[in-house]
């Protein structure tokens, strides 16, 4: 158990279909970041938020969005969605001692949400 | 962008056979990562090894930063070592964020 959840495990919804997917860092971490695991794309970061600021963004389509709340917990928000949006959404966090630092951490990956979208 | 290269994309051994994994990276990293991707697709953390040596177990790793790859070596392989294996490096300089290889697929025969 790497310490960082996600809720819901599974989600199966429609096309034009609206979903938010939750994660919980593990305790301490400030920096949490979004992955999504596709067939044809693989492995891809979509954006990182630290302390409640959005701190990099990766390949995320406008139609998505995330934000990270005063508890540290992040939502990342999926909307209009269509088949190509079936995945599988990892959330990680990490310590990130500071930008100014240079100094980076070992990221921690939750279990996973898997959506499907028919 | 970085380019993550992972070698052999696919891997079949016999129970109790040796392997070594290799991850080729482009730039310059400050932190590089081994995960096991299990047959449930949960990511399981196995180093996190910018640089150096480090031995957990059966496993061991090993990243030549300077030379830019890193090695990942399972040995006495079991059953449940069966799954994928991802590289991920953050460039040096740059945000945190993790860019993965396309895996290995390792397969362990009984």
């Known amino acids: 158990d790497s310490g960082v959840t996600q809720t819901p495990k599974h989600l199966i919804t429609a096309t034009g279909q609206r979903v938010t997917l939750r994660c919980s860092p593990r305790?301490?971490?400030?920096?949490v970041y979004w992955y999504q695991q596709s067939l044809d794309q693989g492995l891809q970061f979509l954006i990182q938020y630290y302390n409640g600021e959005e701190r990099a963004k990766g390949n995320i389509l406008e139609r998505f969005s995330a934000q990270q709340f005063p508890d540290l917990h992040s939502e990342l928000n999926l909307s209009s969605l269509e088949l190509g949006d079936s995945a599988l959404y990892f959330c990680?966090?990490?310590?990130?001692?500071?930008?100014?630092?240079?100094?980076?951490?070992?990221?921690?990956f939750g279990p996973g949400t898997r959506l499907t979208v028919l | 962008g970085i380019q993550v290269e992972q070698s052999p994309p696919d891997l079949i051994l016999q129970e109790g056979a040796n392997s070594t994994l290799r991850c080729n990276f482009s730039d310059s990293v400050n932190n590089l990562q081994w995960f096991h991707q299990n047959p449930w697709g949960q990511l399981i953390n196995l180093f996190y090894?910018?640089?150096g040596t480090k031995q957990n177990g059966r496993l061991s790793a090993t990243t030549v930063a300077t030379e830019r790859y890193s090695l990942l070596y399972i040995s006495s392989s079991q059953t449940t070592d069966s799954g994928v294996y991802f590289c991920a490096v953050a460039v040096t300089g740059a945000n945190s964020k993790l860019t993965f290889g396309k895996g290995i697929t390792l397969s362990v025969r009984p």
């Open positions: 305790s301490g971490d400030l920096s």
């Open positions: 090894i910018p640089s």
């Open positions: 990680a966090s990490s310590v990130q001692l500071g930008r100014l630092a240079g100094i980076y951490n070992e990221q921690f």
